[in-house]
């Protein structure tokens, strides 16, 4: 196929024409973007009719590298912005290997979401460029910009033979989320305490038979704004590079890791990551079987399955032992399709520490949602609530059995051992009835 000076791409010219290979077009869009980049400050310029973009790369799309015939190819390309989204790029090439010109530069996606779309004439089969009245992930799970609504968080104690004592995550404002506490029924005995480590807030509850069978709530009041990359100072390695019970770092995930990443191992903490990330998607399935829920990182590495804490705790293993800070929060995510009702149990998330911010990154529901695996490198939706961070909590008072593994339902200890706790989630929509 050839594109024409239309934009139109056009059949091969001739199938026996000795073709340039796929590295070959890889590392001639690299070389040119590394050439640019270094002319332009140490920032690759991206202009189009609608765009006037400084950007970094951030992967080069090998799925999609393509000969259109002699001497002419096409490269699609993830850039990152100063602001942190991410676009995708096509360019357009000709020439040798070594002496590649790029001929056309147009901006594909804004954060999975594209501009225009390729489609084929059926007579000709020629190609031209779709243009794209709207598009909209709101059916995939994701409210865009802000969402508002009430989160409801409920727990019913079971029957208390003796005494027990709990420790319950409490949500709080940060710059993403602008919490309310409108309503709490609690023990009288609750009290507010803090992990040194992370900055969770919590209540801690000491309980006796008197309790049994009591429901415990918080209602809270939920403004949030989707979540994209922000600066922040170097963070703290002895956190965020660190192994924890279930998050080992080294061995084995050293070794995946760097064989992974292979030449990249030199590249940037934010091209590494992408290629970790996309290990991940590539590699695991969400299926809820087996000892998954834990977080366990052997576990998802054995096995290839789990749920959101597999997927991502995999990922911060990977990550830490290559030397990219990555830290896990968890919460719960709100339906986007519908305003009121139950949710289905908490979900957790990550963030990767790379050119003085931190990315969000949801592999999980990229991995669901393939169409949105661009959109959930770098962003998290609106329609969540943060309630707690970190893994290892190490708490005063806290269990007998040491630190919490992570914190969204309620830990209830009975005689030094954790007993599940019949806990439920749900939301109402502002301005919904």
Known sequence: MLFSCKGEVQQELSETTERVSIDEIEEGIKAFIADQTEKNGGVFPVKDKNHDLKMKLVRVHTEYLSNLGPQSHFACVDLVDESGDVYDVDFFMEGEPGGMDVTSTTVHKLNGKPFYSWKQNKEDKTWFRLALEQSNNNLLGVVEGQDEFEFYYTAQLP???????????????????????????VPKSAKRIKDANYGNTLFFIELGTENSGEEISLTYSVKRKEKGP?????????????STKLMPTGGRFEEIAKEELGDKINEPHLIQARVLYDYIIDNMRYMKFGDYGKGDSNYACDSKTGNCTEFHSFFISLARSVGIPARFAIGASIPSDRNEGGIDGYHCWAEFYADGKWWPVDISEGNKYTALATYYFGRHPANRIELSRGRDLMLTPGPQAGAINFLAYPYLEIDGKEVKVNSHFSFQRKGES
């Open 159 to 185: 029957q208390l033979e003796g005494p027990a004592r709990m420790w319950i995550p409490i949500a709080e404002s940060d710059e993403f989320q602008e919490i309310q506490l409108l309503e709490s029924s």
């Open 230 to 242: 922000y600066n922040a100072p170097l963070p703290d390695k002895s956190l965020y590079l660190a």
